[in-house]
């Protein structure tokens, strides 16, 4: 059983250590079938002419469903699911064939001898076991065997029969080469795992006899007494002989050691830990590495640490000697850098939405302004237009706001209310509440106005909710939002708070939670200072908080109380002018005749920008690729008065392009539009000679008036000279 177990341990290994081969053949097996399915209609060209304009749409469509898989294969981190998509792959080609192959006679057909090369790559490529790559071979093969005799009109069985019994063989042989490279590839894993083993022993053996070499006591007391880890003898479960170093770790004399149990001095969550390595260690094994754990030192406070332990023989008595090294400020780095790591995806993923989304969003938004301008202003349609404007706007500025929290887009401050702005938040926390937190709204009031950027304002409200949500989490509580008009007194000003006493806006957010001694408050804002355990927060929340709500000119005030809560109070500049509710500016955008060439690789787009520019009066022609749009302006660059163009799109990007086309036309005028591009930012643009730089998702208005102002731009230029 030891064995089995030991052997099944060794396949798992084994299929692990595959993975990146079995992604690397993967991607070798979709090129093949990317590149020899199409490349083999010249086949249907000589033998079935009147079928090679068919076949060659089928070879088409499996050519770009392999050219899918492949790119999913090498986006996704799909581990031995790798060996699906290459499946898949092979089941599009076969099918293609199959079809093909009841397409010109089934009995008699040459292309059955595609088969084989389909056999042959996906048993041969593929480095899986052979049971896998049997199963689905079969499954292939019967579905060529039942569809010819089923689906075919009868033929000269003999040629089918031999055809078959080629097939056959080549499956066997290409099984066999398959089979042979799988148990080379287990052997050489096998003789990696030896020789690791060796190697470990190799080192075990070489550190035992570092220990005998430095047997003499006193030789053995300059190395401790200087080392940078804690070094002592646990025997008998106490600590005996520690360096100077394990008493400032431990935090006790060398005579209070002497009478504490060592698993004492362990956090009590860790000891059983400890008593497991301390057992292994008398236990005979040579080297036991003891994970992270707690220490509690002399005053009460707890320190990371990991250890060492080496059995050896202490005064004539068995024991271990121990290495202790303090860890704290690696575990602490250790949670930063996973937080980093979570908002470094977090970036990843707004910038990969960001593109796309945008491109939905300029579609949606410019085809309702569209329909709400061919509609009479009294047409009951005209309500539901505005209210999908607004909608469309409340997602522009959410992917603005993603963008900015990832940091990949540059802080914006306005006038906003913030109301909007709080009731969004809490109907997000209300869904993640626990249920022993009830939430309550205190006054709200709606006419509360600030200059800043919501972003980052939401960003210190969100900070303050998941404070609060936590000093709960144990007991329950209340937890109350509000927001108010108020004043600060002077006292309380910070000398860089531009708050005057008259002018406060007031967001508060109270809870009944644990609540805080009065000397943790004066340190709750400095960085990384945090009540929280190890783990659960950095001590960054409040710091930052404090940091922006001083960059908008205001301050925080905390109150708490232990036992019943604390309150956290944000004050900043009130805003007395009133925001009236914006309404859809549907008034007549600039118009013009110029020639204009659009370019863009999303369809829907192309339709939209095509439709507004010539209800604007303008004569437009559209391509839906970069190369197409460079080509059309070779063969006449002094066809058009401007270029809109796309960022990112396939072969050549918008940049690219604009520099392609100011290279035939430097005074040409050009807007790039993007919706976003990590290479792609206005002084990009700018330094590439593009007049205008356009975000998606834009408005009809957004589109006529960069137009306008780039066309005019240049007529200044010309004027000017």
Known sequence: MQNAGTDKEILQGFRRDQEPLIRERVTVLLMLGLVLVPLFGWVDYVLYHDLFARFMVYRSTAAVICLMLNVINRKLDLRQNSFYIGITGTYVVAVTLIIMILETGGYGTPYYAGLNLVFLAFCTVLPVRVSHLGIHTAIIYLAYVLSVLI????????L????NMFVLSTVVIALVVAKVGYEFRLREYRVRLDLQRVQEKLRAYSRNLEHTVTESEEKYQVLVENAHDGIFVIQDGHVGFPNPRALDLLGHSEDALSRIPFIDLVQEEDRDLIRAKLRETSNGKEVVFVTPFRIIQGAGEGIWVDMNLVPIDWKGRPGCLSFLRDVTERKRMEVELIQAQKMEAIGTLAGGIAHDFNNILTAILGYTELAHLQLPEDHPACQSLSQVLKAS??????VAQILTFSRQRQHER??????????????????????TVELRRGRMDETVMVYGDPTQIN??????LTNAIHAMRDEGGTLEVSLTKGTL????LSVDSLIALERCAVLSVRDTGHGMETDLLGRIFDPFFTTKSLGEGTGMGLSVAMGIVKSHGGTIRVTSEPGRGSTFEVFLPLLERSLAEKREDFAESPRGHERILFVDDDEALIQFGEGILQHLGYQVLTRNGSMEALEAFKFSPDGFDLVITDQTMPKMTGIKLAEELLRIRPDLPIILCTGYSVQAG???????GIRKFLL????IKDLAEAVREALDSKESEAVAL
């Open 151 to 158: 689906l075919s009109e009868p033929g000269n069985e003999n």
């Open 160 to 163: 089918f029969l031999s055809n």
């Open 393 to 398: 706007n409340r997602a522009k500025n959410l």
């Open 414 to 435: 306005k006038d906003f209310q913030m109301l909007p702005m709080i009731e969004e938040t809490l109907g997000f926390i209300e869904a993640i509440l626990p249920a």
């Open 459 to 464: 960003q210190v409200f969100m900070n303050l």
């Open 489 to 492: 007194p002077s006292n309380e």
């Open 682 to 688: 206005e002084e990009a643009a700018r330094h590439a």
């Open 696 to 699: 998606k998702p834009y408005t």
